[in-house]
């Protein structure tokens, strides 16, 4: 597919959203990022980095090749 890339974003949350805008806490509860140290894994989509680059404060992003 067009635009399709193999890479995976291993994402960790290592700051709590408490204490911040509202929206930055929605932003990580739609990547799936309840509390801290917990890891997801996201297809490395442009949707996905524009979340990223919100919350880039609050969360350690690592790149892995599928």
Do not use: F, N, Y
Not at 37 to 50: A, N, S, W, Y
């Amino acid at each position: 597919m067009k635009g399709e890339t193999s890479q995976v974003l291993k994402i960790t949350q290592i700051k709590s959203s408490l204490r911040r805008e509202k929206s930055q806490g929605l932003t990580l509860r739609a990547l799936g990022l309840r509390k801290r140290h917990q890891t997801v894994l996201h297809k490395d989509t442009p949707e996905i980095r524009g979340m990223i680059k919100k919350v880039q404060h609050l969360v350690k992003v690592e790149v892995e090749e599928k």
